[in-house]
T-cell receptor, first 114, second 110 residues
Framework: DTEVTQTPKHLVMGMTNKKSLKCEQH?????MYWYKQKAKKPPELMFV???????INESVPSRFSPECPNSSLLNLHLHALQPEDSALYLC?????????????FGDGTRLSIL | QKEVEQDPGPLSVPEGAIVSLNCTYS??????FMWYRQYSRKGPELLMYTYSSGNKEDGRFTAQVDKSSKYISLFIRDSQPSDSATYLC??????????FGAGTTVTVRA
């Protein structure tokens, strides 16, 4: 079992729905990340939070809205998604933001857009 | 040019064989290298983390970095069917950028 927990494991939603993905870590890490992974491709970075503040947005469409309520939790709010947004959404954390700080991933939420 | 290049395979070996996985990277300034293992329908699991050049060993796994040729390798000794997974090499730079290779799918045949 990973130390980064993501819920739900699977999510099916229509293009007009609003839903949220949740991520939790209890390792005391102060940097958290959202990634998107399409089938047979490596993960692609979406957002970086450092000390609960959004520090990097990799030009992600506004239909994805991240939120970091506290140092252990990271949410990704979804609204008006497109079929091409179907993917595995991964949360990761590291002790702090830094090139010497390895990132640890959760098992992801598999999202399907109808 | 991509930061990391990895042969996507697939690679199939008999149980007990040595698995050899390789990546090349583009920027000689990179210092932090990782190998992740990803099972089907799971997230990437950090397997090995190395800094600079040299070897690092953890049980049946050995990670090597050759900075002179910008080459990183992962060796799995005495491979088991449970080692069947996709292996992703990665470099970490600019404080947060984790650039992955394409991933190599490995199957260990019983």
């Amino acid at each position: 079992d990973t130390e980064v927990t993501q819920t739900p494991k699977h999510l099916v939603m229509g293009m007009t729905n609003k839903k949220s993905l949740k991520c939790e870590q209890h390792m005391g890490h102060r940097a958290m990340y959202w990634y998107k992974q399409k089938a047979k491709k490596p993960p692609e970075l979406m957002f970086v939070y450092s000390y609960e503040k959004l520090s990097i947005n990799e030009s992600v469409p506004s239909r994805f809205s991240p939120e970091c309520p506290n140092s252990s939790l990271l949410n990704l709010h979804l609204h008006a998604l497109q079929p091409e947004d179907s993917a595995l959404y991964l949360c990761a954390s590291s002790q702090v933001r830094g090139s010497n700080q390895p990132q640890h991933f959760g098992d992801g939420t598999r999202l399907s857009i109808l | 040019q991509k930061e990391v290049e990895q042969d996507p395979g697939p690679l199939s070996v008999p149980e007990g064989a040595i698995v050899s996985l390789n990546c090349t990277y583009s920027n000689s300034a990179f210092q932090y290298f990782m190998w992740y293992r990803q099972y089907s329908r799971k997230g990437p699991e950090l397997l090995m983390y190395t800094y600079s050049s040299g070897n690092k060993e953890d049980g049946r796994f050995t990670a090597q970095v050759d900075k002179s040729s910008k080459y990183i390798s992962l060796f799995i000794r005495d491979s088991q069917p449970s080692d069947s997974a996709t292996y992703l090499c990665a470099v970490l730079y600019n404080d947060y950028k984790l650039s992955f290779g394409a991933g190599t799918t490995v199957t260990v045949r019983a």
